[in-house]
């Protein structure tokens, strides 16, 4: 039986894309492992889907619950950790396996794993702001302070010089361990020269001239019923508006004024607790639930940009209001919301700023606009993905 390793480290959003892909590996015949944060949450959920959990660094839940935000040197250190765990666990985990399938940068120590073994190596990232590009700059990594002025072929020139002082000589300390050369551009080596791009290819499409293979987005399809109190509500009157900001800790008035803006406007609002447990005044509380069948319902989405609640809001064919936090591809979604007129985009909100948001997507054209992208999205990338990885190994 054909085996497959995935590999990831992160959040949900993270996650659950490499998930999807699992599971149409398995409907395929394809035996699964995949490397996760130890966190319960991902651990359970791979061994209910009968894909084998590896786990690998910290907790990321109680890294991301932290009170105070990690400080350079404390990133610095873990990132360093983060690799060498890396080292430690992927090549067992490797055993056996035909390819290795690796997501976000911080798998820094994957295609070696996989060059080692003598296996493919995909890298796949979920959105393409995160590839090098001159029609874009790299994306916020915490830490790493942006440049105030310069153009985007510079901006990527010090965005790899900075991987590379964090990397390279880690990295190749193990190569040579591992009996292979030394690599010169880290991040070149991570994304490989043809890397796969697992965004909605009308939502997120990648600029002209980079060199990826397209599969369109992975998402599972959820089948969970919404919990009975959230059905009743649903129920009890008009769309509401929903709040919430995943595995992120929003700025604490942030939830409240959106809370505010709306119910000025007549509206009702969910609020997701997440990981921030949000709890807000005037707002129905929910937590884990099947935002596939919620976000079809609703008035509007309200939310930090990541790239599952942007790509599954927009298929809903719901209007977004967008918060994005300064970090990784939030902002380029938040965006990419924006640039189809499908929503809004808020960089650095205030309760004026907010609530003249909401006057744009809770007008009837934006509404049509959104509901007429959601028509035209796929939801086959994982099983596009899955048979295409499948193709190359036989």
Same mark, same amino acid.
């Given at each position: ?253 942030? $939830?409240?004024?959106?809370? /505010?803006?709306? #119910? !000025?406007? &007549?509206?009702? +609002?969910?609020?997701? =607790?997440?990981?921030?447990? *949000? ?90 606009? $959104?509901?007429?992208?959601? /028509?035209?999205? #796929? !939801?086959? &990338?994982?099983? +596009?993905?899955?048979? =295409?990885?499948?193709?190359? *190994?036989?």
């Amino acid at each position: 039986m054909t085996r497959v390793l995935l590999s990831t480290y992160g959040t949900r959003g993270d996650v659950e894309p490499l998930v999807a892909l699992g599971v149409e590996l398995r409907a395929l015949g394809v035996a699964v492992r995949m490397c996760t944060p130890p966190d319960e949450e991902f651990t359970d959920r791979l061994a209910g889907l009968g894909i084998e959990p590896v786990p690998a660094g910290p907790p990321v839940r109680a890294l991301m619950s932290a009170a105070a935000p990690p400080t350079p040197a404390e990133l610095t250190r873990y990132r360093t950790e983060l690799l060498e765990t890396q080292f430690d666990v992927l090549p067992a985990a490797a055993s056996g396996c035909a390819a290795l399938v690796a997501a976000g940068l911080a798998q820094v120590a994957a295609r070696s794993v996989a060059e080692a073994a003598g296996i493919r190596y995909v890298y796949v990232t979920y959105a393409a702001v995160n590839l090098p590009s001159p029609h874009h700059p790299p994306p916020p990594r915490p830490g790493w302070p942006e440049p105030a002025d310069a153009d985007n072929a510079a901006r990527w020139a010090l965005d790899a010089e900075r991987v590379n002082e964090q990397f390279r000589e880690p990295l190749n300390t193990h190569r040579a361990a591992l009996g292979l050369s030394p690599v010169a551009d880290v991040r070149g080596h991570v994304c490989s020269d043809r890397p796969w791009l697992a965004a909605d290819p009308l939502l997120g499409p990648p600029p002209p001239g980079l060199p990826v293979v397209r599969t369109g987005a992975w998402t599972l399809p959820d089948e969970r019923p919404l919990p009975e109190d959230l059905a009743e509500f649903l129920a009890a009157g008009p769309p509401p508006v929903y709040v919430g900001f995943g595995s992120i800790i929003p700025a604490p008035d942030i $939830a409240r004024w959106a809370v /505010e803006a709306c #119910r !000025a406007r &007549g509206y009702r +609002v969910l609020v997701s =607790r997440g990981w921030a447990d *949000l709890a807000v005044d005037g707002g129905f509380a929910i937590g884990d639930v099947n935002h596939q069948s919620l976000f079809a319902k609703l008035a509007a989405v309200v939310h930090h940009g990541g790239a599952g609640t942007t790509q599954t809001a927009a298929r809903a064919g719901v209007p977004q209001v967008v918060v994005p936090i300064r970090l990784a591809d939030n902002p380029y979604w938040a965006g990419q919301v924006a640039a189809h007129g499908t929503g809004v985009a808020l960089d650095g909100p205030t309760p004026e700023s907010l609530s003249a948001a909401f006057d744009v997507a809770l007008a009837p054209e934006t509404r049509a606009r $959104a509901k007429a992208l959601g /028509e035209r999205m #796929r !939801a086959d &990338g994982a099983k +596009v993905a899955a048979r =295409r990885l499948l193709d190359e *190994l036989r």
